[in-house]
């Protein structure tokens, strides 16, 4: 096949998966008594190249996601053209924190304050404003760290108060990831119905930190059931990731 028969056989699944991951978020909303407008989806591009960024952005998608610096920063300097927002997704380094200030819009794994300051620096440095979002671990101790990165229950509070009065930074919200151990494991609705109560607390102190990122392609529906604004979705939409190494 040629370059352009490879893009059109691409673009024909991509608009396959898309439309399905659609179907399946709107049912969600139905099941839910929300509407579809409520939920927003954040396809992760990661491992995939910017050729299938270009193609998404062309089917409509307007919010992409990446979980590591190097994949990510070629990828978006090869899109400035398209109206994307870039979301940051993974655990992040400080030594990285320059990097992805200069693409992302928003990121969504702040869990320390080490981090706050580094990403509030680099935000004010670039004349940029940088959306953040608090990652809770549910499987963490109280004020502890989980094993995919993010901070205990307990850290929530101070955490989006060091971010709401850092320069340069915007405190938008709650993400998490289902838990693989804990209390939590494989009880997907109830550790998103938790993160939502944490939002619905945060929101006291912070009304506009009103977004709540949660649910993956596997388990989109607990997360619309459970009231997240934000899905991040991959592999429903990009199909089956290469295995790394």
């Known amino acids: 096949m040629t370059d352009l028969q490879d893009l059109r056989v691409r673009r024909d699944e991509l608009a396959a998966n898309l439309a399905k991951v659609e179907e399946r978020i709107t049912a969600a909303c139905a099941a839910a008594g ?70 992302a819009d928003l990121v969504q794994s702040v869990d320390r304050a080490k ?53 340069g930074l915007r405190l938008d919200g709650l993400m998490t990831v289902a838990p693989l151990t804990g209390a939590y494991a494989g009880r997907q609705q109830a550790a998103f119905e938790r993160l939502m109560d944490l939002s619905t607390h945060l929101r006291v102190a912070h009304p506009a930190a009103n977004m709540v990122s949660a649910g993956m392609s596997s388990d989109l529906e607990q997360a619309v059931a459970a009231g997240a604004t934000h899905v991040r979705v991959g592999t429903a939409v990009l199909g089956v990731r290469p295995r790394l190494g």
């Open 34 to 103: 929300r509407k579809r407008a409520d939920v927003t989806l954040i396809v992760v591009t990661k491992t995939y190249p910017a050729s299938d960024v270009r193609i998404l952005s062309d089917l409509g998608v307007r919010h992409v996601a990446e979980n590591r610096d190097q994949d990510a920063a070629p990828k978006a300097a090869q899109s400035t053209d398209l109206p994307l927002t870039w979301h940051f997704v993974g655990q992040l380094q400080t030594n990285k924190v320059r990097s992805v200030v200069s693409y």
């Open 115 to 167: 981090l706050v300051t580094a990403l509030s620096k680099e935000a004010v440095r670039a004349e940029r404003e940088l959306g953040c979002l608090i990652q809770v671990a549910l499987d963490a101790e109280e004020n502890g760290r989980g094993e995919r990165g993010g901070v205990g229950v307990g850290g929530v509070e101070e955490l989006a108060a060091r971010v709401a009065e850092a320069p």
